[in-house]
């Protein structure tokens, strides 16, 4: 039998750690060398990983172990409490990416309306998708 410490032993260190973690985690991030070259040449090993995770049937089993009232409860009290912080913190990536979004939409020559709701898709809907798709690219 392996000798671990107790649950409650475990949960009273975890907690604890709340205060130090913060400036582990960022002195972590700080020390970090090439990640996003490392995270490129690891391309082929994610999408294995990720295949095998659904072909396997551990994705849709783990989404099972939570219930939608769970999901929710976390979502509301987590989530819900850091997304401003997260989105101001943000501003300038959201202002760069809407910079492109918005000038390529407003690169795009359509049609006048027309009485036709068909035609109007066809002709003013199509070609700004179409633009926003290349953007994607």
Do not use: C
């Amino acid at each position: 039998m392996v000798d671990t410490k107790s649950l409650d032993q475990t949960q009273k260190n975890w907690e604890a750690s709340h205060g130090r973690v913060p400036a582990a985690y960022s002195d972590g991030v700080r020390g970090a060398k090439d990640v996003i070259a490392k995270g490129v040449a690891a391309e082929a090993l994610y999408a294995q990983k990720v295949q095998e995770a659904i072909s396997s049937g551990r994705r849709a089993k783990k989404l099972q172990e939570v219930s939608d009232e769970q999901w929710r409860a976390a979502a509301l009290e987590k989530g819900a409490a850091r997304i401003a912080t997260g989105m101001a913190a943000s501003k300038n990536k959201f202002n760069a990416g809407m910079s492109k979004v918005l000038s390529t939409i407003q690169g795009v020559s359509i049609a006048p309306r027309t009485a036709d709701p068909i035609a109007n898709v066809d002709n003013r809907v199509k070609p700004i998708v179409a633009a926003l798709h290349k953007l994607k690219e």
